[in-house]
């Protein structure tokens, strides 16, 4: 456990979710993503919150939070952490996500506009039909696999596969997607098998990925966002530039030459300052 933090529940919108809090000042929402936990947000934590009272969320379906059998658009996960925010007393907080929680701080913005005073995405942003493009059947050499995206639409097989067996996709996960898998320690790798290992957390996982098509339709259907927003980039800097063209109105990007996909974990200092500087 992290020294001046507490873990905490809150049961919101029909489910219990899990946070982590911690310090003063503004509230600052984080949340990363798949296949992790809070705990990949240990490292940037304790810096930001000499500034701002931190809420590090597992959303739903993740590390300690329920995992209930439905309710994964990301709309409704923004709905859980909206209802979240107003159970701790805040008309409006600053809310970053990483990977599934960049995608979830995205619909938070889009759909609560008056509870997000800015909001950070790192390494994803929202589901659109640019990543059909990146979702090839057979990529090649070096291009970016993501084999789990079909394995989502299959019915029971992935807990099938993978329940009791979910430190194999840690370690694939950190060796394909980071530039620096060294700096994804025994310790978190052994933290997040252990969270998706049971057949349960391993359905709720893939049921992030489930609702790509929902999501797709909701995103194309916001205006764009009116506050400021900072994207974050390592090795998906420029897809993200892309899938965010047209997304806000006030928008800068920076990048990360240290950071595969795993952001708070391969460059923890780069991602704090970054967040401190925007949102502070």
């Known amino acids: 456990m992290l020294e001046g933090f507490e873990h905490r529940y809150a049961e919101v919108n029909g489910t ?4 982590v809090t911690g310090g003063e ?10 296949p992790r936990t809070w705990y990949a947000l240990h490292e940037i934590m304790p810096a930001l919150a000499r500034r701002f009272t931190v809420i590090a969320v597992d959303y739903r379906g993740q590390g300690d939070s329920d995992k209930p059998a439905g309710g994964y658009d990301k709309k409704n996960m923004a709905k859980d952490i909206f209802e979240l925010v107003r159970s701790l007393g805040h008309e409006q907080v600053n809310i970053a996500g990483g990977d599934i929680g960049a995608m979830v701080a995205y619909s938070f913005a889009a759909n609560h506009p008056q509870a997000t005073k800015k909001v ?3 390494e994803a942003g929202p589901f659109s039909r640019l990543w059909l493009d990146v979702l090839k059947v057979f990529p ?5 696999n993501l084999w789990w995206y079909p394995l989502t639409q299959t019915e029971g097989l992935p807990a099938e596969l ?7 996709v840690v370690d694939w996960a950190a060796d394909h997607l980071a530039i620096h898998p060294d700096r994804i320690s025994e310790e978190s790798r052994a933290v997040y098998a252990a969270a998706y ?24 259907s916001y205006p764009a966002l009116q506050m400021p927003v900072l994207v974050l980039g390592g090795v998906f800097l420029d897809f993200l530039k892309a899938l965010m063209d047209g997304r ?16 708070a974990e391969e460059d923890p200092h780069f991602l704090a300052g970054e967040l401190e500087k925007f949102f502070g």
Do not use: K
């Open 162 to 168: 993978l329940a009791g067996r979910f430190r194999h």
């Open 140 to 144: 090649g050499p070096g291009e970016a």
């Open 248 to 263: 806000a109105t006030d928008i800068r990007y920076a990048g990360s030459s240290e950071s595969g996909h795993y952001m």
């Open 197 to 220: 290992d049971s057949p349960e957390a391993v359905t709720a996982g893939f049921h992030v990925y489930r609702t790509f098509h929902q999501d797709v339709a909701d995103n194309e």
């Open 120 to 122: 950070c995405l790192w």
């Open 25 to 34: 000042g503004e509230p600052l929402v984080l949340m990363d993503g798949w």
């Open 16 to 19: 219990r979710l899990h946070y």
